[in-house]
């Protein structure tokens, strides 16, 4: 095709990708959600269209920044960044317009100003050492080693087995594997190496003769020359001044050395190839353990692989909880003695007499003379317990902790551990899964703050695929009543309202991934699965950077018989309660005389504090009957206030006329951030969180729902208040911290007022 064809067409594709955030739909409906991927498989294709295409999205950036369409920008400017970092070379006054434009998005509010900056930032390096951008995401990815930039990610997909079919999770688990076949470490480092020359270079690397030189290479020499371009790269791109001539100098040194004596190629100079973007190693895990999450992210952190022998981690993951396993095992409980040692530990100290007494001998016995055994425990230092409070403020106007040093001494500040490590959890299903995403985060945080052991090490990233089944599930359908199938997506609706990337990339998975998985083997099928799933997974874990947070709450829920301890429980979305039908005869006589007195439903005393428009808060109390009631957290409108709780009581309202009693059932709707509801007449209710039916309690009398508190305030709070007289105020580092626990879900561009 000629030129002015090529830019027409993929002129045509931008304007008919921009008309469907617009809300016009696609004239094939099998085409939505697909028009991004086909725009960058095109290009894929030709990388010589890279640089056609990123002027043309610059131009449309330009003119919705002039024409005020504001939901065009963020868009438009992901679609751009993905094929600026896969293209092999973009000139620099290209690099620079697109630098320009993200400078001009800090004006604008967040989360514009938001991803303006950082792409601006990333930017910057581009232009300075061509390529930087691709070989950092290809040495995180990819976990190559680097001492320059020794950062590592990690996709983590999870899925409930008893939420979705069991095609749908195989299907999932050949797509994620056949993903990674191809991607060798050896093929990785070629691929870094080959960008870099094409990206730095320009019309003076010849590509051909490149690959065929490395090919032939051992692995030593191909790993030696990777990272010399690593170093060349990462040194240009972090220096202050640095001058482009001398980073393209060291570039072609190394082109050089690397070809040797190779023949040229077949292709000719000034001709770009297209060097594949490898996909994110990817794992996918059936959710079957609650602690699941917490293994695997331990094993990310310290893989197999560091240990000298398996049972060495098990048991380092054993100390985690040793004190609480040793508590709750009967079998394991001993008695405790403390033994005060009178000597300093070091052996030279040891008493003469004592040294003579010991002759030496064997390995074992000099193994046992120096076990010190009984002692009691060392508390870990406060330093500890205050880095993992500052990192999980995780706010940049928090000062940097400081040894304590004798007076006069100028303080230094601590070192504090780099977060080298990011997971990236996916989590596919619907709002089931969300909900044991909320237990397993809070029992996270609760871990952490007894024990710091990720926090300082790993950076969490949460991202969400919904996916609904034909069929969903009657159970929790019959203990939850508005858990019908639209409903059980309430997160990513609310995701998608808030965001239109992400309703047209990530909302349009809810039924396709179903429909992939069930069409008959073929090899047409196998193109379209393991190149689109696999492709709109990376790309949103890639491009996904903006959190929406999410509160989650707390639940206390008290039983009818007085001997069963309360029960505490967290939940993301929604709380629905029922009627329980009645068990002995006695209670079922009661219970229809009382129905035909007053009516259906239980008599219940509800307290709660009423949100005002002026964020005041007024305490209320009321009684009423009711047949149950629904609080849900998440709401209708995206412009409405995420931390609020939009309860919907069923009402039954008695009225006396002349043809007798009659009842009648209102909808008693309120808005409240905490909320306490007991059953007067000690008749006892269901309770079910979240729409899932395996997290339903029966036998309830009362409930108290508040928001859910952050397990490291709630420490700090504790003891803060063991030397302060001020209860209710938040003094100290307390002011400073989150109060409470919030689960950031990724999404493109965040919330967009």
Known sequence: MESAEVESDILRRVRTLLRELDGHRPAFQCDRG?????????????????????????????????????HYIIPLLHTLMYALI???????????????????????????????????????MERTAPGMLYQRMVITEQSLKSDLYPYQEKVFIFADPELLSEAICNALVTDTEAA???????????????HAMQAGLGEGCDTSALKRSLQDMPMSDVEHWFQQVVVAVECTGNEANADRSQHTARLEEIYCAVLGSVPAGDTPLGELQ????????????????????????VLFIRPLSQSCEPDLLSQDLDNFEIQDIISDCECCKQTRFSMLSTDSGIERDLPAAAEESVAPC??????????????????????????????????????????????????????????????RIVLLGDDRILGRLAQAYHSLRKRETRRVFLTPRLNLQFYHIPVVTGQPNTLAAANCPAAGRE??????GYLGRADPWYESNINTLCHMIPKLATMPSSPSKHLVTDLFLTDVIAYYVRMGIQPVCFQVYAAKIFFSDPAQEPAEDVFLTELCTSMQESISHRELAMSKKKVALDGPGIDLTVMYRKVMVSDRMKEVAMSLRSTGLVMKAIPADEAEDLVCLNVNITEIIKSNNLSGRSFSAVANRLKTHSI???????????????????????????????????PSYCLQKTRTMKFSSHEAEDVGLVKYMPKSLLLPINTFAGVIQ
Not at 58 to 66: G, P
Not at 386 to 398: H, I, K, R, T, Y
Not at 684 to 704: G, H, M, Q, W
Request: charged share 25%.
């Open 34 to 70: 697909m028009l991004r991927w086909t725009l960058h498989k095109k290009i894929d294709q030709n990388p010589s269209n890279n640089s056609i295409l990123v002027g043309i999205l610059v131009k449309e950036l330009e003119r919705a920044e002039r024409s005020d369409y504001r």
């Open 86 to 124: 896969k293209a092999p070379c973009i000139s620099k006054d290209l690099c620079s317009r697109v630098y320009d434009f993200c400078k001009k998005l800090l004006t604008l509010p967040k989360p514009f100003c938001t991803i303006g900056l950082d792409y601006a930032v990333r930017l910057k």
């Open 180 to 194: 990674q076949v191809s991607q060798s470490p050896r093929a990785c480092m070629s691929y870094v190496i080959i």
């Open 274 to 297: 297209g060097i594949p973007l490898p996909n994110p190693i990817i794992s996918f895990h059936l959710w079957r353990e609650d602690d699941q999450l917490w293994k695997e992210l």
């Open 362 to 423: 064997s390995s074992e016995t000099e193994q046992s003379r120096l076990q010190r055994k009984g002692g009691i425990k060392k508390k870990p230092s406060p330093l500890e317990s205050v880095a993992f409070l500052q990192a999980g403020c995780n706010s940049p106007g928090v000062k940097q902790v400081m040894k304590p040093q004798r007076p006069g001494i100028t303080p230094e500040p601590v070192a504090p551990l780099q977060r080298l490590h990011t997971a």
């Open 487 to 492: 409903e059980l997506c309430e997160v990513a």
């Open 676 to 710: 306490k509801i007991r059953s007067t007449e000690q008749r006892p209710f269901t309770l079910c969180l979240d729409k899932d039916s395996r997290r339903a309690y029966r036998n309830v009398i009362s409930v108290e729902v508040s928001p859910c508190l952050e």
